[in-house]
């Protein structure tokens, strides 16, 4: 009799648990389908809920879980979502409503939208095993090597996207900016023109296209390419700063100015290092047309945001004695005939009796030759050449050798080199076996002062 009982009970466990888990399975996708149903119709307070529950009941329903994060992304809780994504990653089952082909790629999203690019990068190299012929997760795959600094890979990545899709402009902008950087310039051209054709609004390949041509001293095309750069919001400012440079190098300083104060203006609304090279350029600009006043405003507020910034805290420093000497402050901001006129007085205080006298880019040159008096004065003056420099940058050698060139073809006896500034090491040694004397602003000084007294005494 106790053996029958016994076997009624086993018998009636194994239906109850037989039953169970026909009930469950039954149940159960019809849980996970109006899961799903809810998470279509954004009804995602109600599918989150829904969501919980039946993880409660089985943890490791990797389509709960899938489904959870699609509500979650869905209602602006992204960070939420990709801890249950990493979860659907751990469990690795893929079947039903989480389908890996749909799984990864916004596994992968949510991995670069929250700074973890070697995930991110796993799962796209995962994507492209599964679909060989997407070209988007070779872009993105491209992308991503290029962040961690393998330029090579990325430009592997990048031609792949153009074999699948020739038409992407994006794949051919990275590539073409990939290929600048690694100063291959003509191809970098052509892949960047063929951005520009397939998207004529991709303005930021402009911007490089303007960077090349400004390195190879082309800056009518680098002028007209970093104004096309203007129009993407991203180059704005830094193609600002590039066409101001450029107007530099053509010593049109009053353009320059122009697109350089419209740099720092818009640079001043979110700061960065831009705001720096804004300033310094614009004051390079002030220096050149002898607003010494307003580039030294300039490096000033470069210094007091940066003591460190290129030669910033040297500028201020030899620009403090024209605070303190109003002559040498006159040689380099005087108007161009007053500076003339000045150079003329500083050459009888040399004795020296002027032959010709001509501007330069960065000063003045004379033709001059010694005064005479009595049994001399019939003597064949030989003529010396005199040149004055209105600079603040040291002198080198290369620009004395030059000088000298100039001395022999003029077959003058001796030549003069006059500056604001100093003189390199290198430069004085070239001068030690020639007839050329350097002066230097101390002595340049002693010069000013000495036609400053003759002008008192007149």
Aim: a positive charge; charged letters at 30%.
């Amino acid at each position: 009799m106790s053996i029958i009982i016994i076997l009624i009970i086993v018998f009636g466990t194994a239906v109850s648990v037989f039953t169970f888990f026909i009930v469950k399975s039954v149940l159960a996708p019809k849980k996970v389908a109006s899961l799903a149903d809810l998470v279509k119709q954004n009804k995602n307070t109600q599918a989150i809920r829904t969501a919980k529950h039946i993880i409660s009941n089985e943890p490791r329903s990797s389509e709960a879980h899938y489904l959870l994060a699609k509500a979650l992304e869905q209602d602006g809780k992204a960070e939420l979502a990709l801890m249950e994504m990493k979860t659907v990653s751990h469990i690795n089952e893929f079947k039903g409503y989480c389908k890996e082909n749909e799984f990864r790629p916004r596994i992968a999203a949510l991995y670069q939208q929250f700074n973890f690019p070697d995930e991110a990068l796993k799962d796209y190299l995962l994507l492209i095993k599964l679909e060989p012929y997407n070209a988007n997760y070779y872009f993105q795959a491209g992308v991503l090597f290029e962040k961690r600094k393998k330029n090579s890979q990325a430009a592997n990545y990048y031609k792949k996207t153009i074999d699948l899709d020739p038409r992407n402009s994006e794949a051919h902008f990275n590539l073409g900016t990939l290929l600048y950087k690694g100063k291959r310039y003509n191809d970098a051209k052509i892949i960047l023109a063929k951005a520009l054709k397939l998207k004529p609004d991709n303005y930021k390949a402009h911007f490089y296209l303007g960077r090349m041509y400004k390195e190879t001293q082309n800056y009518t095309s680098a002028i007209q390419s970093f104004e096309q750069a203007q129009k993407d919001s991203e180059f704005k400012i830094k193609a600002l700063i590039e066409r101001g440079i450029c107007y530099i190098a053509i010593q049109n300083y009053e353009k320059g100015a122009t697109e350089l104060e419209r740099a720092v203006k818009l640079s001043l609304e979110k700061p960065d290092d831009s705001t720096l090279f804004a300033r310094y350029y614009l004051a390079m600009c002030h220096e050149k047309r002898r607003d010494i006043d307003r580039a030294i405003e300039q490096w000033e507020a470069i210094y007091n945001t940066k003591q460190s910034f290129k030669d910033v805290a040297e500028k201020l420093s030899q620009f403090q004695e024209l605070r303190e000497n109003d002559s040498m402050k006159d040689y380099l901001t005087t108007s161009n005939q007053e500076f003339l006129n000045l150079c003329t007085r500083l050459m009888e205080v040399m004795n020296l009796s002027i032959s010709d006298q001509n501007l330069t880019p960065m000063g003045c040159q004379i033709i001059a030759t010694e005064k005479t008096t009595g049994q001399w004065r019939n003597t064949k003056k030989m003529p010396h050449l005199i040149r004055f420099y209105r600079i603040t940058d040291s002198i080198d050698h290369q620009q004395v050798r030059e000088f000298h060139e100039e001395i022999q073809k003029l077959k003058a006896s001796r030549g003069i080199m006059i500056t604001s500034a100093l003189f390199t090491r290198a430069a004085k040694d070239f001068t030690e076996s020639r007839p050329i004397e350097l002066i230097e602003k101390g002595k340049l000084q002693e010069l000013l002062d000495r036609a400053e007294k003759v002008i008192l005494k007149k």
